[in-house]
Every structure is written in C-alpha cells, then in structure tokens.
C-alpha cells in the first residue's frame, strides 16, 4: 500500500462519521467509464457516482463549461435573477413536459420540495384534512425526515423514530391496494422504477391506476425519477416510456453530470402554488449548478446519449442474460438489475473490484448497475467476462 492510500484511510477512520461501506481503494483520477486508485490500478466504473455520472469523468466539455462559469459568478443568491437559472428551467420543463421548476442540490431535497407542495396545493382546497400522504413499500426517496418517512423501509426509519406523521404505504404494483387513496389523500408518491433496492420496474396498469385515482380524488401523483431521470433509462424520463404524466417530477443525480443538483418541477396545475417565503435552499440553482446542467443537456444531445442509453441497455442485458445460476436481469436502458438465484451478489462486488469493475450488491442476491450512458460495447464485454470468471 503506498503511503498516500495508508494516510487517506487513516484520515477518513479518524476524521469522517462512519456513514458509507467503502470500497478498500482509494480513487485519485477518472476518465471516460474508468477511474484509477492511488495504487495505479484501473477500474471500469459501473456504479458512476451511484447513477450520477451520467458523462464518465473528466468530460472535458463540461469541465470547461463549469471552469468558465467559475471564474465569473459560482454563487450569488435567490434574491437576483441571475442568467443561466431561468433559461435552464424553460429548457429542462419543456423537456421534462413540465411547467415550472424548483432548483435544489439533492434527490432527497427534490422530494421535500415536492411533498410541501403537494400539502400547501391541499390546505388550499380548505379540507383541513386532506393531508395523507401515499407511498410504496420498498421504495427510496432519500435520507431527510420527510424522505425517510417517504421510503418505505423500515431499516432506514428505525433508529430515527417518531417519523412525520400523516404517510401510508402499499405494495408497489398492487392496484387493489390503491382503494387506500381518497379525498383526504394530498399526495403519491412513487418512482417508475424502484431502483435503490433492487431495480424493480412498475407496470403500465399500475402506473395507469394511480393516475386515475389521483384524478378522481384530487390528489398529486409526484414521481420520483431521482435515480430513473435525465436519460438513465433510454428516455429523457422513465414515465414517458408508460404513457402516464405526473403532477410533480422530482430529478437529481445526473442533472449536473456530477455537480450536485437537484429539481422538482410541477405542472400548470401546482406551478404556483408557492409563494415567496414557501420554500427555499440558499444553493438552489445557482449559476455554476444550472450552467453544468445546460452542459450536460447540450451534450446529450450532441452524443446522442439517449440512444446509446438505449442500445447499450439492451446489448448489456442480452449479455448478462449468459451468467449462470440467473434468476432475472430487468430495467430499462441502464438502470440494470441482476438477480441471482444464489447468494452471490457480494462475492461478485467484492471480487470485481479485484479484478477491475466496481459493481454495487444490493441485499445477497442482486446486482444493481448504472454505468455512464457514454459505455461502449467492449466495456460492457469486459464487464460481462469478469463476473463470468469469478461466478466459474
Ligand atoms: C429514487 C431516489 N430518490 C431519492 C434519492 C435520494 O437522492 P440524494 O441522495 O441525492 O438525496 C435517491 C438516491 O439514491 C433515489 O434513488
């Protein structure tokens, strides 16, 4: 081990709150789908910042965008207008097939901002008891009181008890269990597609059930695309693949390509619900955010990424359908799931990074993968060639 890696490991047992499982590697320098850690070795990323990195790093374009902004205006704050803030909303909402946004730093403070417009649009009705809020059993949606209250799990609750009150909880995919909604429901919340445990894909019905309901008893259907959003699955958002709109949309991770940012946009009906003094986030939206964010959709365009997204989803999932001792592989575009039908899930992240692709296990059997959506066909292929090798 060289010096710098043994003092970073030191310094981190030390000095960081033990939050994070870490990888034994220390990562100095990235490129494209592969970083390199302080011993020199070299990994093909898998995990890319957890569905983050959306460009690999070191793209340089972004690079340069943010460099630039930088030097001129990184923060001021909400009290201005500032240039790149209202041109990146007007371009993400029509994108988004949204109206307004509301700019933060996190998938977790998106949904915040989410569920306090949801319960402002109802107190404006004047029933004082429309305050339930709809969630689904095995879903994330970040690591706040609200958002905790909001994931249905109970491990990620138990040591943080009272939670807020006022949530209920169903089964994901269960339209029986949508009797629960009615007129003193505020709001649903949901993802497309669960992805933090273990990538499980609504149904078209499911989704379409909801929407009704949500109709019938006035209620907003927020959907969380935190993790599924910005192109991850093949499409600019994972509802455009079912046909079926939300009221609320909340995005993070790979908005900023990396550069923390968060956003929940709402449609013409809760676009203006709040008024100054609402909500707030003293980073939210600030230049250098919202110029990286314009960076990042001005490159997806120019590299087509949605429908490499798109090919490299399916080629690598024909591929991992290979592996032995396989359960399932499902998702859409490159938000991935593996489930085997063995507890191998652990050796295959542990062993992998041995032998140069970081994947992420979730519980023992399942392997969760969001690669960049800039991956070529021979990463995939080395990636496919490692877990056949430590599954042999
Ligand atoms: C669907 C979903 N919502 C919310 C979050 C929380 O995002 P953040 O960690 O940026 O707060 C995540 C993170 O994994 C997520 O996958």
Excluded: W
């Excluded at 902004?69 to 209202?86: C, D, E, R, V």
């Excluded at 003094?277 to 110029?291: E, I, K, M, V």
């Excluded at 997204?309 to 024909?318: L, N, P, S």
């Excluded at 591929?319 to 499902?330: A, C, G, Q, S, Y």
Aim: hydrophobic residues 40%.
């Amino acid at each position: 081990m060289t010096d710098l890696t043994k003092e970073i490991m030191t310094l981190d047992e030390d000095y960081v709150m033990h939050t994070y499982g870490r990888f034994p590697i220390v990562i100095e320098r990235g490129e494209g789908c592969y970083c390199y850690d302080t011993e020199g070795n070299k990994y093909l990323d898998l995990i890319g910042g957890i569905a983050v990195n959306i460009l690999g790093y070191g793209d340089p374009v972004l690079g340069e965008a943010i460099g630039k902004q930088a030097k001129n205006i990184i923060h001021t704050s909400n009290l201005f207008y500032t240039i790149p803030q209202p041109r990146l909303a007007k371009r993400l909402t029509t994108l988004a097939g949204m109206r307004k946004a509301f700019f933060c730093n996190s998938g977790a403070e998106a949904n915040e901002a989410a569920l306090k417009l949801a319960r402002k649009a109802a107190k404006l009705t004047g029933r004082e008891t429309k305050t339930k809020i709809v969630s689904t059993y095995n879903s994330f949606h970040g690591r706040t009181l609200g958002a905790i209250t909001a994931t249905g799990q109970e491990k990620y609750q138990k040591s943080f008890l009272p939670l807020i009150p006022g949530f209920d909880y169903i089964e994901y995919n269960n339209i029986e269990q949508l009797d629960i909604i009615d007129d003193d429901t505020c709001a649903v919340i949901v993802e497309p597609i669960q992805g933090e445990s273990g990538v499980h894909p609504a149904t078209g019905e499911f989704l379409l059930a909801l929407r009704e309901k949500c109709d019938k008893y006035n209620v907003a259907l927020i959907f969380d695309e935190v993790q599924t959003g910005m192109g991850r699955t093949g499409k600019l958002f994972a509802y455009m693949h079912f046909g079926v709109k939300p009221n609320i949309l909340t995005s993070a991770k790979m908005i900023g390509g990396g550069f923390p940012m968060g956003c929940c946009m709402a449609d013409e009906k809760y676009m203006d619900i709040f008024t100054p003094g609402d909500h707030a986030s003293t980073f939210g939206g600030t230049p250098l955010a919202c110029t990286a964010a314009m960076t990042v959709l001005d490159r997806m365009e120019e590299l087509n990424l949605l429908e490499n997204c798109t090919k490299m989803g399916e080629y690598f999932m024909e591929k991992l359908k290979t592996l032995p001792h396989l359960k399932e592989v499902r998702g859409k575009g490159l938000l991935i799931g593996v489930e085997f039908d063995k507890p191998v899930a652990k050796t295959i992240s542990t062993e992998g990074f041995k032998h140069g692709v970081i994947m992420n296990s979730i519980g023992d059997s399942i392997i969760r993968l969001v690669p960049p959506l800039i991956i070529k066909k021979e990463d995939i292929d080395f990636a496919v060639d490692v877990i056949k090798k430590i599954m042999n």
